[in-house]
């Protein structure tokens, strides 16, 4: 996966994925919980599309505008906006994006006050684009109405923008690590099991990506 590609010239029909910051979380020398969540960028220059999935908390403000630019990328370029759920280090910075449709959770808002009606309760992905395959799927668990964002890559592989369905590659093994923050956890769980079936590399909310082993 073309991950790190930081080309304003990418060209195809398919979409290449770019992390755009690594999320963390962790307690810091004082006992403060620090964390802030990962965010990236689909971009897809044959369709005019560009997908920002989670935007940081308020305060990434001119650090998003700066990742933007180096991909020659202001923030009405941005296409699609999707906040994998309501909380603020996700959502932050949504009204940087007056030119973006948005999905936040089970909201979709194509402009203003235009309400878009989707029901994702039955398993019922949101498609932002046909080829190259760019689907908003519904991953509840960690809140009552998470979604994910699946693509296509450009190398073909399934790449799943996971917010907080996985914490980071360690939750695997470790189940604290995301059980702890679980609204739902047999939800969660649930939601957890069936992407694995079928991703090839998870984006996290609060880590790096890493690559799915099939077992």
Same mark, same amino acid.
């Given at each position: 996966? =073309? *991950?790190?590609? $930081? ?11 770019? %992390? @755009?910051? !690594? ?10 919980? =620090? *964390?802030?969540? $990962? ?11 560009? %997908? @920002?999935? !989670? ?161």
């Amino acid at each position: 996966m =073309r *991950a790190l590609m $930081t080309s304003c010239d990418v060209i195809g029909t398919m979409a290449d994925v770019f %992390v @755009l910051r !690594d999320g963390y979380g962790h307690e810091d020398e004082t006992g403060t919980y =620090r *964390a802030n969540c $990962t965010i990236s960028l689909i971009k897809c220059p044959a369709m005019k599309i560009n %997908v @920002l999935v !989670d935007t940081g908390s308020p305060w990434d403000r001119d650090f998003l505008v700066a990742k933007l630019t180096e991909h020659c990328l202001t923030p009405d370029d941005v296409t699609h906006v999707v906040g994998t759920h309501g909380h603020v280090d996700h959502i932050g910075n949504l009204n940087l994006f007056t030119s973006a449709t948005h999905i936040v959770s089970h909201d979709i808002v194509s402009r203003g006050d235009r309400y878009t009606l989707h029901d994702f309760r039955l398993d019922n992905p949101y498609r932002i684009a046909e080829s190259p395959r760019i689907d908003v799927i519904p991953t509840p668990g960690h809140t009552g109405r998470d979604v994910s964002v699946l693509v296509r890559a450009h190398d073909e592989e399934n790449v799943l923008i996971a917010g907080d369905l996985f914490e980071n590659e360690r939750d695997l093994t470790d189940e604290k690590l995301w059980k702890d923050n679980s609204e739902c956890p047999e939800i969660q769980a649930e939601s957890r099991r069936r992407v694995l079936e079928f991703a090839d590399w998870i984006i996290p909310g609060h880590g790096r990506k890493f690559r799915v082993v099939k077992k």
